[in-house]
């Protein structure tokens, strides 16, 4: 018995009173009908079933007989029995009912082969808007509801050939109900055979969910027709008297033509001429349809249960038009007529139908809906929603919530979204470009795993469940898993495979779900006007200069070249664009901010993910927006650096990586190259990236000033290190030697680690000969040759990162070295300190303030800074001499190196209380006091300005207004070359250029011209101080 799957006491006795079991076993030629018994999901329940039919039956011989000869009759009748209770309990009463699983099933019956071929994404009527009426013609080819129709008005005594819309039955009462059950389960036997089959026979066809689910939705609608004409029959005897129209509209799942074997089935009702006699006759439909087949639920009415059951067309119009709310129209989707008057049923699409499709002008539809779905979440009990396949989180809610809601929101504006059925939806959504292919098709793998499983949940007794057998069930759990074609694997059985296979599709549908579900562009979408979303109209022109763009017809060219044709990515861009039109309206620049995005679209066209992203992650749009209609700077980088495009939509990647290990991740990088040329280029690769996150994220407000600083000039320095490092491997391979160490010094904001996007390198280059470990002789062989080698070394380094190039530029400075451009490039650190002690004045000795390593051997550059401190630390500080000095110099800098025309109030490196201001004034007191106070010998300016105040050398307050004024000044400076694209002192005193760096340094400013009087106000102060600390007036 144990090889059948046979664990029962009576297995043996039924099976040998069957006659297939003799003394020793399988009487001859009954093996076969075993080993199939034996696939059945529970064979034990098989034989029960099998034998309570033989012993209900008058000649078991002939069913007997056909079972060995048949395998299909075995597969249907076995699947049957194995999986369901109800349909054995129906075979028992009805006995000879077992000779409609013979043959193919029977005549248009679910499973025989069809004409025009399978169909993927399950039953979808026609389009109203085009047809006028709604036909069913789903996945079974109508076949269901045409052979139902006639077979369920045949059993009520009505004329099978009669117009359905007007049959009348001849059974009423009792007698038409019972005739009506057991003609209704005679069709439902049929299709549960056909959609079991498989499991038995692994030959026969696996319908599949979509169309069993049509099939059933057919059936449904075929019981309803004859509930209604028994209901004609009831309330209106006299067919000559005059009748009122009735149409029967489903709801819900009917609607969409996907039904459970057992389900409520949810109708509104439109009529036309006497009411109140339309209300009988839809309440006795609904009375009668319920104790025959399923009940009839018509709560989802206008006002609920507490309204009208038949309203009239006007009152339907009425009432959507004032008073619908939004859960109501999320209803109203699936909204499909399936009996009455077709003409009536047709109408009411027409006239109500559309309405569904204005909804998401609705004010928060998009969180009505969210709402809704947390609600029934939160109401559904703890302890079973782990096993609720239908609310619980991941459960098939989450799947139809998230399809309709985009559909509600996208729908308006595509028509090829309006479909009634989930899978079908999906499919027309991920075709639009909507939803992602792969997300789809995985949303439709699962959503059809779990229909399958609550199908065969539903089966067993024929009651409306959802929920999972309790874990420790392990008989109910292997029977199940058995039944939905889940088997032992991986050295799990059955049951705990079904259980993982659940959770698995279960996380999918969540992982997905709150992706789609929650995702920000919905939001945004929704709140688009439905106009604003016709991108090719007049109205859009008009639309386009209300939002603010300057040049309508210029915009609206872009749109069309980005949008026209009928691509994945013209689909894709009709969703974006209306959003990021508005978006874009926001920023100080929407036509360039368009013009932007249109470039950088049509240069990443053919990367996949691009799209993708914008779509699905809506901080990436709204993020990419900001940026683009805001500066200039950007676009170029992005378009070569893409992958900084995922991290809009990640603040914490954009922001915070660790400078040090991006330097590292870029020695290492540009070191595996031979060739400097290819190293090169590989470092501004890398530091293209780096430059697009670092102002990305600056212009989205996410790094401070001193982070921006310290980015930029942490990866210019690597990229400094590494051409260094394969310039002079390459220059030894050429030379036959390396006569040289080298070392590199940042001096200016290179050295202080304050870059900005538009700065220049300052460095000093320093040798010595390589076998020389201490003080080499200034003018010996040994320094000449590693001058000479050094120098070419820093020649090519300084020729290599300055070429031409589509990058922001890369020029290294040397110009702060001795004698300056007419001063040789490198020197030995004897010759450096022969020069600082014999012939450097006073502001070389104060540019040596800001000198650090930066790059090569770091020894030969630890003994130059330990060197060079007697000079820029002075022993005592610098007299009063060399003080005015630096005050003279500072100020013929003030009057000489200021541009010609440019405003001294708004410069932000030579005006007043801008960034020399702040530094010369640091610089001095580091010049008087670094000597004595240890925390001022620092390269920073920030950290200078801190320990002044620390040592009492500056006023707190003093302090505090210096520093305000070059954090500003610096951020300032910075986000102005980002606008401009170019590199700018001059803070923009006027229109767009002037409004963009308001809003991105200063959110809160009411208007620019607020913000340039408080840059102003915060200079004027410094300047202040700097007038009574510096040149001491």
């Known amino acids: 018995?144990?090889?059948?799957?046979?664990?029962?006491?009576?297995?043996?006795?039924?099976?040998?009173?069957?006659?297939?079991?003799?003394?020793?076993?399988?009487?001859?030629?009954?093996?076969?009908?075993?080993?199939?018994?034996?696939?059945?999901?529970?064979?034990?329940?098989a034989l029960r079933g099998l034998d309570r039919l033989r012993e209900a039956l008058t000649d078991w011989t002939e069913l007997r007989t056909e079972l060995v000869a048949d395998s299909p009759l075995r597969a249907r009748l076995f699947g049957v029995l194995g999986s369901s209770t109800a349909l054995a309990d129906h075979l028992v009463a009805n006995p000879a009912e077992w000779r409609r699983l013979l043959g193919a099933g029977g005549p248009g019956t679910v499973g025989s082969p069809r004409e025009d071929g399978p169909r993927e994404d399950g039953p979808e009527p026609a389009d109203p808007e085009t047809t006028g009426e709604v036909v069913a013609d789903g996945a079974t080819g109508g076949r269901i509801l045409r052979r139902g129709t006639r077979v369920l008005l045949d059993a009520i005594g009505a004329d099978p050939d009669a117009d359905p819309a007007t049959a009348r039955a001849e059974l009423t009462d009792a007698a038409g109900i019972q005739a009506l059950r057991a003609a209704y389960r005679g069709l439902l036997l049929d299709i549960a055979a056909a959609d079991l089959a498989h499991l038995i026979e692994p030959t026969m066809p696996d319908p599949g969910y979509a169309e069993i689910a049509?099939?059933?939705?057919?059936?449904?609608?075929?019981?309803?027709?004859?509930?209604?004409?028994?209901?004609?029959?009831?309330?209106?005897?006299?067919?000559?008297?005059?009748?009122?129209?009735?149409?029967?509209?489903?709801?819900?799942?009917?609607?969409?033509?996907?039904?459970?074997?057992?389900?409520?089935?949810?109708?509104?009702?439109?009529?036309?001429?006497?009411?109140?006699?339309?209300?009988?006759?839809?309440?006795?439909?609904?009375?009668?349809?319920?104790?025959?087949?399923?009940?009839?639920?018509?709560?989802?009415?206008?006002?609920?249960?507490?309204?009208?059951?038949?309203?009239?067309?006007?009152?339907?119009?009425?009432?959507y038009r004032r008073w619908?709310?939004?859960?109501?129209?999320?209803?109203?989707?699936?909204?499909?007529?399936?009996?009455?008057?077709?003409?009536?049923?047709?109408?009411?699409?027409?006239?109500?139908?559309?309405?569904?499709?204005?909804?998401?002008?609705?004010?928060?539809?998009?969180?009505?809906?969210?709402?809704m779905?947390?609600?029934?979440?939160?109401?559904?009990?703890?302890?079973?929603?782990?096993?609720?396949?239908?609310?619980?989180?991941?459960?098939?809610?989450?799947?139809?919530?998230?399809?309709?809601?985009?559909?509600?929101?996208?729908?308006?504006?595509?028509?090829?979204?309006?479909?009634?059925?989930t899978l079908g939806a999906l499919r027309a959504l991920a075709a639009g470009g909507y939803v992602g292919r792969a997300d789809a098709t995985?949303?439709?793998?699962?959503?059809?795993?779990?229909?399958?499983?609550?199908?065969?949940?539903?089966?067993?007794?024929?009651?409306?469940?959802?929920?999972?057998?309790?874990?420790?069930?392990?008989?109910?759990?292997?029977?199940?898993?058995?039944?939905?074609?889940?088997?032992?694997?991986?050295?799990?059985?059955?049951?705990?495979?079904?259980?993982?296979?659940?959770?698995?599709?279960?996380?999918?549908?969540?992982?997905?779900?709150?992706?789609?579900?929650?995702?920000?562009?919905?939001?945004?979408?929704?709140?688009?006007?439905?106009?604003?979303?016709?991108?090719?109209?007049?109205?859009?022109?008009?639309?386009?200069?209300?939002?603010?763009?300057?040049?309508?017809?210029?915009?609206?060219?872009?749109?069309?070249?980005?949008?026209?044709?009928?691509?994945?990515?013209?689909?894709?861009?009709?969703?974006?664009?209306?959003?990021?039109?508005?978006?874009?309206?926001?920023?100080?620049?929407?036509?360039?901010?368009?013009?932007?995005?249109?470039?950088?679209?049509?240069?990443?066209?053919?990367?996949?993910?691009?799209?993708?992203?914008?779509?699905?992650?809506?901080?990436?749009?709204?993020?990419?927006?900001?940026?683009?209609?805001?500066?200039?700077?950007?676009?170029?980088?992005?378009?070569?650096?893409?992958?900084?495009?995922?991290?809009?939509?990640?603040?914490?990647?954009?922001?915070?990586?660790?400078?040090?290990?991006?330097?590292?991740?870029?020695?290492?990088?540009?070191?595996?190259?031979?060739?400097?040329?290819?190293?090169?280029?590989?470092?501004?690769?890398?530091?293209?990236?780096?430059?697009?996150?670092?102002?990305?994220?600056?212009?989205?407000?996410l790094m401070s000033v001193p982070e921006v600083c310290l980015a930029l000039s942490s990866v210019w320095i690597a990229v400094l290190d590494s051409a260094l490092e394969v310039a002079t491997r390459v220059t030894a391979a050429q030379w036959g030697s390396q006569p040289a160490r080298i070392a590199v010094l940042g001096m200016g904001r290179l050295g202080g680690g304050e870059l900005g996007y538009g700065s220049d390198a300052d460095v000093l280059f320093v040798c010595e000969p390589s076998a020389t470990t201490g003080a080499d002789s200034v003018g010996s062989a040994d320094s000449t040759e590693a001058v000479r080698f050094a120098s070419a070394v820093a020649e090519q380094v300084r020729k290599a990162l300055g070429g031409p190039s589509q990058d922001p530029a890369l020029q290294v400075d040397a110009d702060l070295r001795p004698e300056g451009r007419n001063g040789p490039l490198v020197r030995t650190l004897d010759s450096y300190l022969n020069y600082y002690r014999k012939w450097g004045d006073v502001w070389e000795h104060q540019a040596l303030l800001r000198a650090r390593y930066v790059a090569g051997d770091a020894e030969l550059a630890q003994r130059f800074i330990t060197a060079i401190e007697e000079f820029r630390y002075p022993a005592g500080g610098v007299d009063e001499a060399?003080?005015?000095?630096?005050?003279?110099?500072?100020?013929?800098?003030?009057?000489?190196?200021?541009?010609?025309?440019?405003?001294?109030?708004?410069?932000?490196?030579?005006?007043?209380?801008?960034?020399?201001?702040?530094?010369?004034?640091i610089q001095l007191l580091q010049l008087q006091h670094a000597d004595q106070v240890p925390a001022l010998r620092t390269t920073s300016t920030i950290d200078g300005l801190r320990a002044a105040a620390e040592a009492d050398l500056l006023d707190r307050q003093d302090a505090e207004a210096l520093e305000t004024a070059w954090l500003l000044a610096t951020r300032v400076r910075n986000v102005a070359t980002l606008v401009r694209g170019k590199p700018t002192d001059q803070v923009p005193t006027s229109g767009r250029e002037l409004a963009a760096v308001a809003l991105i340094v200063d959110p809160d400013a009411d208007d620019p011209g607020e913000f340039l009087d408080s840059y102003r106000r915060t200079t004027r102060q410094a300047r202040t101080v700097v007038e009574r600390v510096f040149y001491q007036s």
Request: with cysteine; proline share 5%.
């Open 214 to 319: 049509g099939a059933l939705t057919e059936l449904a609608e075929a019981a309803l027709i004859a509930s209604l004409a028994v209901s004609r029959a009831t309330v209106l005897p006299d067919a000559s008297a005059e009748q009122p129209r009735l149409a029967v509209l489903a709801m819900g799942k009917c609607g969409g033509q996907e039904l459970n074997y057992v389900s409520d089935v949810d109708v509104v009702f439109v009529g036309e001429g006497d009411l109140v006699l339309a209300a009988r006759l839809a309440s006795t439909m609904m009375q009668v349809a319920g104790k025959a087949c399923f009940e009839v639920d018509a709560a989802l009415r206008p006002e609920g249960k507490a309204g009208e059951l038949v309203r009239s067309m006007d009152g339907y119009a009425s009432y």
């Open 1 to 45: 018995m144990a090889r059948y799957g046979l664990t029962g006491d009576q297995a043996e006795t039924m099976l040998a009173e069957a006659g297939w079991w003799g003394p020793v076993g399988p009487t001859p030629g009954n093996d076969v009908l075993l080993a199939a018994l034996s696939r059945s999901p529970d064979p034990d329940l």
């Open 882 to 921: 060399r003080a005015r000095e630096v005050r003279r110099i500072k100020a013929r800098v003030d009057t000489e190196r200021l541009p010609r025309g440019a405003d001294p109030k708004t410069h932000t490196k030579l005006g007043r209380g801008g960034l020399a201001d702040v530094e010369w004034t």
């Open 324 to 371: 619908a709310r939004t859960w109501e129209f999320q209803a109203l989707l699936k909204a499909r007529p399936i009996a009455g008057d077709r003409e009536l049923g047709a109408r009411y699409l027409t006239e109500i139908w559309p309405q569904v499709w204005t909804a998401a002008n609705r004010d928060n539809l998009v969180g009505d809906v969210q709402q």
């Open 442 to 701: 995985e949303l439709c793998e699962s959503y059809q795993f779990l229909r399958t499983v609550e199908h065969r949940l539903q089966l067993q007794r024929l009651r409306r469940t959802h929920l999972l057998p309790a874990e420790d069930d392990a008989a109910e759990l292997r029977w199940l898993a058995r039944a939905s074609g889940v088997v032992a694997r991986r050295g799990r059985s059955a049951g705990a495979e079904l259980q993982a296979e659940v959770r698995r599709h279960a996380g999918r549908i969540r992982r997905l779900h709150e992706k789609l579900f929650y995702r920000p562009l919905l939001e945004a979408v929704s709140r688009v006007p439905s106009e604003g979303l016709r991108l090719t109209t007049e109205q859009a022109l008009e639309r386009l200069a209300a939002l603010g763009y300057a040049a309508p017809d210029g915009a609206l060219h872009h749109i069309k070249a980005l949008t026209e044709g009928m691509s994945r990515r013209a689909s894709i861009q009709r969703t974006l664009l209306p959003v990021l039109l508005d978006l874009l309206a926001e920023t100080p620049d929407p036509d360039r901010g368009l013009l932007a995005y249109r470039r950088v679209s049509e240069e990443l066209a053919n990367t996949p993910w691009y799209l993708r992203v914008l779509r699905d992650e809506g901080a990436v749009a709204q993020n990419l927006a900001t940026v683009l209609g805001a500066a200039r700077f950007v676009p170029d980088l992005l378009i070569r650096a893409p992958e900084v495009l995922r991290l809009l939509g990640q603040p914490d990647e954009l922001a915070h990586r660790d400078p040090s290990e991006v330097a590292r991740s870029l020695r290492r990088t540009v070191g595996r190259h031979h060739e400097l040329r290819e190293a090169v280029a590989s470092a501004r690769s890398l530091r293209r990236h780096e430059l697009a996150r670092v102002s990305c994220a600056d212009l989205l407000g």
């Open 373 to 421: 779905r947390r609600k029934v979440e939160r109401h559904l009990p703890s302890d079973i929603a782990g096993r609720e396949l239908k609310l619980g989180p991941g459960g098939l809610r989450d799947v139809e919530f998230a399809v309709q809601l985009l559909q509600l929101v996208h729908g308006r504006n595509d028509p090829q979204l309006r479909v009634r059925a």
